[in-house]
């Protein structure tokens, strides 16, 4: 691991208006993940999709990061960017994204390398029960997992740590439940399941894609409780894409809001809920309806995303639906993130070390 | 296999032969419709067209055709029951006896071209799903296009004038075996399994390479929708969320594609399979007539054009029934296959 | 997104017909295969309404000394053992060909559409004979069941028809079937039985026509099915007699000399079969994406 010479420059991207680290803290903080303005698009027959432009942030060791934004906003692509499950339509127009191992190599998930041992990471998925294998007992699936990693695994063995892994997501009976085939099992012991075949995958960093949409309140609080003692415990950081601010409110240490392929703002979760300074980021906290809110009280957020697919998009693509706008909006360049005066840090490290950053040329105050 | 799993397949059988006695009864009530409730004498019919007035009322009393109806149909029942088919008027032979002589022959043709088209097509159907927009994506959509659309009769023919006429491989289209050779003993009357049983590999050849164009004539449109549904199943599987999930878990390319896209792609594939054979079952007349194969569809075919009815009668009672138990044996297999079916998700 | 007034009432109604039209050609230029497969059927159709009065030759005429001739200038698609024209031969057949598959599928699908409509309403004893009769014949090999109703009925065109026809049945039944029980529980069949229809009134006038997309999609998948069928039974020697031109006879004629060689006189009906139903086929796919409603943009 190589020291920055001197904070100022550490990265090209030092953000205006931050408070500048010292090298040491620099050092302490050197995050697990870094994305660094990740340009993505689609080659559709009806044109090219501009699905994520830009995308910047970080993710600690051991940390739990919200990725909220409304449905088209990029978070699952950005995901599936990351673990290299794209289609063969997505280019990547540029952008890193740079992991760093426990052992201190580092990799860039977005050009793996064909020698290379594939990187740590796992992913969970939405709708638990189609996401398996429906004709294949559980069992099966924790084994294809087990013996894939580990090629001289023999079929007993792999059953034995089949069964330790649906023990540690806190499965009863387990050699019932190994038997079985996934239409067997409740929606909430299916995500289970899921999370136990990613943890067979030793993974440093747990990427959930809306992994409790579908399951009622109860067991979403479970699955929750689960992922984040498993974090702890062995000290895998988590990516938490979801919708929904609430579940992002109660698991999350950060979070990157979303909104039509760009990240508009970032940061620690008491400062993004408790005082956002991203038009976008305050509309959507107001429009989480709440336990004692009426009918009348319900917010929306008019218009619509800007459809991806046009040649000429707007720096910001939040201007056509934002109240808060100055004719600077209009004019490029794409409006980069910036220190939010007075919250810490420098760049990179900054950010990772929790700074708030926001997109905007007329922030909320 | 565990207890509860043999017992859950012994119920899927119990249930497929439930829905399978009613087919049956269909089968045979429809046979019996066919000859004798409609228009026409059907006294006339089996008393053959050379009959004299004397004769077609002898035949009338003598297969009961004077009784009313439902007494009629009771008679049919026993006579089945009995394994009495009728008699053919051209040969004077009991109507079972000669289609159980001639049934290997179809038998043998419908089998080997079902494999082949099996062994071409779901390769095929597979290698274009995992290849979209290639040549091989492109070759199978539009070779199945075509095959859907190609008369077998008119394969028959085509295959016949290139293979034999125009570069000489295949022999004369004169049957089973050319007719200067013995026919092996007959054990299963396969020829070709019999000839190798018999240790006689020259023969075994030789019968190969007459059934290698009629085979190769039902095979050809026979595959196209195998194909097609091969590829159609196994792109949706491809796309969908638990492949994703297998690839982002990091199996294997192979295991991905084999034992979880391609296992799973292959249950509406089976269904095809069945609706396959019912095909062939139908088109093994045309190509024995084009081939001269001593099939049980020549045989009501000739009896067909000769106005000698009953034994186009228990072609058709047969073919009903072998289809009906081809159906029951494929459903069974689906319980083997899609565990969802077994337990009744 | 595009922040166009959509047109309300009226004004509606009246680019209701020419909507419609747009997503024809959108769909025919999209699809181009679906266009030329039109076009062929049109050229089809016309073969079948003036071609025999067009033919050089007459398809029934002999002339011994020219037998057996490979295509030429002056017989384009040869001559067969008789000395016939086989081009005029092809093209008269195409009326007598077309005429079957066509008749055939037409009395499959008025009688299994409304069969299968009126089982699906009604349920009960209609639904269980009906689907019985269905499953019945399905569980034949249905050439084999053709062939079994022709040597019936009588060696004759008019039970060609018929035969195919009936072995089209099921598919119509179970079609029809599924799609007026799937509509049938919609609000505007309730609201239909309350306000006094009667249920026959409601099956014509409400549910069928609702229906009509999807069985007409698969009656134009069928025709192509319909023809084959039609050609093997003639193709065994059943119906059509000599010297009637008809492709599925003149196949089985040129059968017999394709082993000396003399290819023209199977190859081209057997050909005109293959077009015709291919061109079936791409028109069936094409009527299929038309009426889609998940393909329109």
């Known amino acids: ?365 | 296999m565990p207890a509860d799993g043999a017992r859950v397949v012994a119920k899927r059988i119990a249930l497929g032969l439930a829905n399978a006695l009613p087919s049956l009864a269909g089968v045979v009530v429809i046979t019996f419709i066919l000859t004798r409730a409609l228009p026409g004498d059907p006294a006339a019919y089996f008393a053959g067209p050379a009959a004299t007035e004397e004769a077609v009322e002898q035949v009338r009393r003598t297969l009961g055709l004077d009784r009313p109806l439902p007494v009629q149909f009771l008679d049919y029942l026993r006579e089945l029951a009995r394994g009495d088919l009728g008699t053919s008027l051209t040969t004077g032979q009991p109507v079972l006896e000669e289609m159980a002589a001639r049934l290997p022959a179809s038998l043998e043709l419908t089998l080997v071209a079902l494999l082949l088209a099996g062994a071409i097509g779901i390769p095929l159907g597979v290698l274009a799903a995992t290849r979209p927009g290639s040549l091989v994506d492109q070759a199978c959509r539009v070779g199945t296009t075509v095959g859907v659309a190609l008369p077998v009769f008119f394969t028959g023919v085509l295959l016949i004038y290139a293979f034999y006429f125009l570069l000489g491989w295949a022999p004369a289209p004169l049957g089973r075996l050319d007719p200067l050779l013995d026919p092996p003993q007959a054990l299963t009357g396969f020829y070709v399994l019999d000839a190798i049983l018999q240790g006689d590999p020259a023969l075994a050849a030789e019968a190969l390479r007459q059934l290698a164009l009629p085979a190769l004539a039902l095979a050809l449109v026979a595959m196209a929708p195998l194909a097609r549904m091969t590829r159609a199943s196994m792109l949706g599987v491809l796309g969908s969320e638990f492949v994703r999930t297998a690839r982002a878990l990091g199996l294997s390319r192979f295991q991905v594609l084999v034992v979880y896209a391609f296992r799973n792609a292959l249950l509406p594939v089976l269904t095809t399979l069945g609706m396959t054979f019912s095909f062939l079952l139908g088109a093994n007349v045309l190509v024995e007539k084009v081939f001269a194969w001593p099939g049980v569809g020549s045989y009501a075919l000739e009896a067909l054009i000769a106005s000698d009815f009953a034994p186009v009668q228990g072609f058709v009672l047969i073919m009903g029934i072998l289809y009906v138990l081809l159906n029951l044996a494929i459903d069974t297999l689906y319980a083997f296959v899609d565990p969802r079916v077994a337990r009744g998700a | ?297």
């Open chain 3, 1 to 297: 997104m595009s922040t166009a007034a959509v047109p309300v009432g009226a004004a509606a109604a009246r680019s209701g017909g020419s909507e419609t039209w747009r997503h024809v050609r959108y769909v025919l230029a999209e699809n181009p295969l679906t266009f030329a497969a039109f076009l062929c059927f049109l050229a089809i159709v016309a073969t079948a309404l003036v071609g025999p009065a067009l033919v050089p030759y007459d398809p029934l005429a002999s002339d011994t000394a020219a037998a057996l001739s490979p295509p030429s200038l002056a017989h384009w698609f040869g001559t067969d053992q008789l000395g016939r024209d086989i081009f005029s031969r092809v093209i008269v057949a195409t009326r007598l060909d077309l005429g079957i598959a066509l008749a055939a599928v037409a009395l499959s699908f008025v009688v299994g559409s409304f069969a299968g409509a009126w089982a699906g309403y009604r349920g009960g004893i209609a639904d269980k004979v009906v689907g019985r009769f269905a499953d019945t014949v399905m569980a034949f090999p249905l050439f084999v069941l053709a062939m079994g109703i022709v040597a019936a009925l009588g060696n004759t065109v008019q039970n060609i028809v018929y035969a195919t026809a009936v072995v089209n049945l099921p598919f119509y039944i179970r079609l029809a079937r599924a799609e007026i029980v799937r509509l049938r529980e919609a609000g505007f069949v309730e609201a239909a039985a309350i306000s006094g229809n009667r249920p026959l009134g409601i099956l014509v006038r409400h549910l069928y026509p609702n229906a009509l997309p999807t069985l007409v999609v698969q009656a134009s998948l069928n025709l192509g099915w319909a023809l084959l069928n039609a050609a093997g039974l003639s193709f065994i020697g059943l119906g059509v007699r000599p010297p009637t031109p008809e492709w599925g006879i003149m196949v089985a004629d040129g059968a017999n000399f394709v082993v000396a060689g003399k290819w023209w006189i199977a190859a081209f009906p057997g050909l005109a079969i293959m077009g015709t139903a291919l061109c079936f086929n791409f028109l069936g796919d094409g009527l299929r994406d038309l009426l889609d409603p998940t393909r329109r943009t």
């Open chain 1, 1 to 365: 691991m190589t020291l920055a010479p001197s904070p100022v420059a550490v990265t090209p991207r030092s953000a205006e208006g931050c408070v500048v680290a010292t090298a040491a803290e620099v050092a302490a903080s050197v995050p697990q993940l870094e994305l660094d303005g990740l340009t993505l698009r689609f080659r559709t027959r009806s044109g090219d999709v501009h699905a994520l432009e830009n995308v910047t942030f970080s993710v600690r060791r051991g940390e739990i990061v919200g990725v909220v934004g409304e449905s088209g906003s990029g978070k699952s692509v950005l995901s599936l960017a990351l673990m290299g499950l794209l289609d063969t339509a997505a280019h990547i127009d540029s952008g890193r994204a740079t992991f760093r191992l426990a052992d201190g190599s580092t990799r860039d998930l977005l050009r793996p390398g064909r020698r290379e041992a594939r990187p740590p990471l796992a992913m969970i998925f939405q709708s638990p029960r189609t996401a398996l294998n429906p004709i294949r007992k559980v069992g099966q699936q924790l084994a294809d997992v087990l013996r894939s990693r580990e090629s001289g695994l023999g079929a007993k063995a792999a059953h034995e740590r089949a069964r330790e892994l649906i023990g540690r997501v806190k499965i009863t009976d387990p050699e019932r439940r190994l038997a079985a085939y996934p239409f067997e099992m409740s929606g909430g012991m299916c995500q289970r399941v899921m999370i136990a075949l990613a943890l067979a995958c030793r993974p440093e960093l747990l990427i959930a894609d809306e992994p409790t949409t579908g399951l009622d309140v109860t067991t979403q609080a479970a699955i929750m409780d689960l992922v984040r003692e498993l974090s702890h415990a062995s000290g895998m950081s988590t990516i938490l894409i979801t919708h929904d601010l609430n579940l992002a409110a109660e698991s999350c240490d950060r979070i990157v809001v979303m909104h039509a392929g760009h990240v508009v703002e970032v940061g620690p979760t008491a400062a993004i809920l408790g005082r956002p300074r991203h038009p976008y980021t305050a509309k959507l906290i107001a429009t989480t309806p709440r336990a004692r809110s009426t009918l009348a009280e319900l917010q929306a957020i008019p218009g619509n995303l800007p459809d991806l697919r046009a040649q000429e998009l707007p720096p910001c693509r939040f201007s056509g639906r934002c109240d808060r706008l100055l004719p600077a909006c209009h004019e490029p360049p794409v409006v980069a993130l910036a220190c939010v005066p007075g919250t810490g840090g420098g760049g990179a490290a900054s950010e990772a070390r929790g700074a708030h950053l926001v997109a905007c040329r007329n922030p909320v105050p």
